[in-house]
């Protein structure tokens, strides 16, 4: 296979590994610990009912995932996507004070929902915040025209708002109300 049809293969296989693990563990007939992790060879054996798939191809995945958006444990048996359940699982990020900001980039057709909602995680378990505004321009991009909120997350967290921060680096949150959310763009 050439390199190019390599790489869309990597992308394709990894979306659909992204869909597994953070939404529907049971279209492979596989399921998740309540802490998100699957069993590696349960997961492979579930792809190759549907497509062409080995081990060494999901450790590339893994390993070179820009978002870096999954996990091995030690021994490389088990295997779990970091952040962006729909389904109930604890990642089991640690609770941490954030900087004073983090932001959160979206596209133009949302704003009126947050403008009168705030940010809430719609089907996903938390709200993902970044650290900068290039990331949450690089995010909001995906959804059309970027908008970038900066959130007083220092505030929030003084005002008894849980934080948690994921091993990728991505702040997380149940929402943000309206009143601690500033557009920036």
Same mark, same amino acid.
């Given at each position: 296979? #050439?390199?190019?049809?390599?790489? $869309?293969?990597?992308?394709?296989?990894?979306?659909?590994? %992204?869909?597994? *693990?953070?939404?529907?563990?049971?279209?492979?007939?596989?399921?998740?610990?309540? &802490?998100?992790? +699957?069993?590696?060879?349960?997961?492979?054996?579930?792809? $190759? @009912?549907?497509? #062409?798939? %080995?081990?060494?191809? *999901?450790?590339?995945?893994?390993?070179?995932?820009?978002? &870096?958006?999954? +996990?091995?444990?030690?021994?490389?048996?088990?295997?779990?996507?970091?952040?962006?359940?729909?389904?109930?699982?604890?990642?089991?990020?640690? /609770?941490? /004070?954030?900087?004073?900001?983090?932001?959160?980039? =979206?596209?133009? @057709?949302?704003? !009126?929902?947050?403008? @009168?909602?705030?940010?809430?995680?719609? /089907?996903?378990?938390?709200?993902?915040?970044?650290? #900068?505004?290039?990331? +949450?321009?690089?995010?909001? @991009?995906?959804?059309?025209?970027?908008?970038?909120?900066?959130? *007083?997350?220092?505030?929030?967290?003084?005002?008894?708002?849980?934080?948690?921060? %994921?091993?990728?680096?991505?702040?997380? =949150?149940?929402?943000?109300?309206? $009143?601690?959310? /500033?557009?920036? !763009?």
């Amino acid at each position: 296979m #050439d390199t190019n049809n390599h790489q $869309k293969k990597l992308v394709n296989d990894g979306k659909f590994i %992204s869909l597994i *693990l953070r939404h529907h563990p049971e279209e492979i007939g596989i399921k998740l610990d309540q &802490h998100g992790w +699957a069993d590696v060879d349960e997961l492979i054996a579930g792809i $190759k @009912k549907t497509r #062409d798939f %080995s081990r060494e191809e *999901l450790e590339e995945i893994v390993n070179t995932n820009n978002k &870096h958006r999954y +996990a091995f444990n030690e021994d490389h048996s088990k295997i779990r996507a970091l952040q962006g359940h729909s389904i109930p699982v604890d990642v089991e990020m640690p /609770e941490k /004070e954030p900087p004073e900001y983090l932001y959160h980039g =979206t596209g133009e @057709k949302y704003v !009126s929902s947050i403008d @009168k909602e705030g940010l809430i995680p719609k /089907e996903r378990l938390y709200v993902h915040l970044s650290k #900068d505004v290039e990331t +949450a321009i690089t995010v909001g @991009k995906r959804h059309g025209k970027p908008i970038v909120y900066r959130v *007083l997350s220092g505030q929030m967290y003084k005002d008894g708002f849980q934080f948690l921060l %994921s091993e990728n680096d991505v702040w997380q =949150t149940k929402t943000v109300p309206v $009143k601690y959310l /500033e557009k920036l !763009s």
